[in-house]
Each structure stands twice: as C-alpha cells, then as structure tokens.
C-alpha cells in the first residue's frame, strides 16, 4: 500500500492527463496504468503524438517552461506543481519521449 494524499495525487493525475490531451495525438489512446512494484507504486501516462524536445527534457519540472515554444494556455506550471506533490510524497517522476514509442510520464511512490 502506498501512503499519499488523495487530493495532491488527484492533482499529479489530472496534471498528467490534461497535458497527454493537449499534446497528444487526438486519434490515439492515452493509456493510465496504476501498479506495484517491489517497495513502489507506479503510476503511468503515456500518449502518442509529437516527441518532446531532448534539449527540453532536463528543464521539463522547472517553472513557467513548456515542452513547446509557441503561445498555450496557463503558466507552465502543471508539471512543475507535479513533481513537488511527489517530490513531497518522497517519490519520484521521470519522463519518456520519443516519436517511435510516445511520450510517457511515470511517477512513483513508495509503499509503506
């Protein structure tokens, strides 16, 4: 079982769900998995559409950046305000993008 607060990781998903719809192919899938994992729980978004910049991913968590350079609505603050809910949570978030296999943001928590 994993220990968290159910409104911050409301927050984290609907963050992570909101950006898979805005930056994701609109006739693809945007595939959630919820799973254990030895001492963590996993927690997955993953979506098709146009890979994420490699030069961009390093700043990805970083306030008021985006994965793409033209005008968007908000602040850039969404996967920002994610990684310190789980940051707080003492989890962790990676991201994956590539054309071939998508874009996939993975946040993990651990199980106590």
Do not use: C
Not at 8 to 30: F, K, M, W
Not at 54 to 82: C, M, Q, T, V, W
Request: no cysteine; glycine share 8%; proline share 7%.
């Amino acid at each position: 079982m994993a220990s968290f607060d159910g409104d911050r990781l409301e927050q984290v998903l609907s963050n992570l769900l909101a950006n898979a719809v805005t930056h994701g192919d609109p006739v693809r899938r945007i595939r959630v998995e919820v799973e254990p994992r030895d001492e963590w729980a996993r927690i997955s978004v993953h979506n098709f559409g146009s890979p994420i910049d490699p030069n961009l991913l390093p700043h990805l968590f970083d306030p008021f950046r985006r994965a793409e350079r033209k005008p968007a609505d908000g602040l850039g603050l969404g996967l920002y305000i994610s990684e310190r809910i789980i940051a707080g949570h003492v989890g962790k978030i990676e991201v994956r993008s590539t054309k071939a296999g998508g874009t996939r943001f993975e946040a993990m928590f651990p199980r106590r």
